[in-house]
């Protein structure tokens, strides 16, 4: 049975990562929790103590998140068909929201945070302040963040960019072997240089431990010299229809680089397809 965290602030796009879950895990077992949480950042930006008490917290944040999550529930059920191996719980907390988030992973024994994120724009707000970014960077969970026009189809193949100089621990890479094996999914390897350049022995070793741990999966390697790696990823994503994107939290200045340039906006590929995040545990 797999735990999935799904924050949600009630939005469109939070309902999407919804659904693109239900839709992910369809054949899964799985207990869902749905998670709203009123920031605590409210109460720093004003110097009232009457908003403090706890009455006023239960009236104002805690009453009307409950009643918005049981319409969520009643929404979940009223347009996917029930499931015996799926569970749904529901969660209000008040704290700061990474906080809570990371609490709930810990006290739920979480497997996965499923969580939307904006598209274009958005994406490049992720690393920059956004709660998507903080749950990335600083929740040891792995994190599937979903685009808000991400739609779930058959996951032929999933992405996975690399320089090569990580050491991959088997739990860190579980995640993405659980994904292959459940949705039967290929791999493809990728590692983007911007010259010509023959691996070292520490980087050949790192792709040894690749191929070896995946190798019951149709698992490709492929290499781009270009001196634009943002240009590289894009094409490939494109080229081959990729449906998926994952990466490994130490990575973040790497993939930085690829998927949250500056010039973001000029790219479209990310604009629709989910990245999954994975974390040392």
């Known amino acids: 049975m797999k735990n999935i965290l799904l924050p949600t602030d009630f939005s469109e796009n939070s309902w999407n990562a919804i659904v693109y879950a239900l839709k992910f895990f369809d054949k899964t077992p799985c207990t869902f929790y749905l998670l709203h949480v009123n920031s605590l950042s409210y109460l720093a930006a004003t ?15 805690t009453k009307p998140a409950k ?9 979940i059920s009223a347009e996917f068909p029930v499931k015996p191996n799926h ?8 704290n700061f929201f990474v906080d809570s988030v990371r ?9 996965m945070i499923v969580m939307g994120t904006k598209g274009a724009s ?28 991400a739609k779930f189809t058959t996951l032929e193949e999933v992405a996975f960019p ?64 270009n001196r634009n790696v943002e240009d590289a ?23 930085q680089r690829i998927l949250f340039h500056n010039k973001i906006e000029e790219m479209t590929y990310h604009t629709h397809i989910p990245f999954l995040v994975m974390h040392d545990k």
């Open 47 to 61: 110097d009232s103590p009457y908003i403090q008490t706890k009455d006023f917290v239960e009236n104002t944040f």
């Open 67 to 75: 009643r918005q999550l049981n319409t969520l529930l009643k929404r």
């Open 87 to 94: 569970h749904f719980f529901t969660l209000t907390d008040y």
């Open 103 to 111: 609490n709930h992973v810990v006290e739920k024994k979480i497997d």
């Open 122 to 149: 958005g994406l490049r707000k992720v690393i920059i302040g956004s709660n998507a970014a903080d749950v990335i960077k600083k929740v040891q969970c792995p994190a599937l963040v979903v685009p808000e026009d």
């Open 162 to 225: 690399t320089d090569y100089l990580l050491t991959y621990a088997v739990d860190l890479l579980k995640p993405l072997y659980n994904i292959l094996e459940a949705h039967q999914s290929s791999l493809q390897v990728l590692h983007v240089t911007n010259r010509d350049d023959t691996l070292t022995i520490a980087q050949q070793d790192n792709k040894d431990v690749l191929n070896e741990y995946f190798h019951k999966f149709e698992c490709q390697f492929h290499k781009l010299t």
């Open 233 to 255: 990823i894009e094409c490939f994503v494109q080229s081959r229809d990729i449906k998926m994107v994952a990466m490994v939290a130490k990575n973040l200045n790497y993939f």
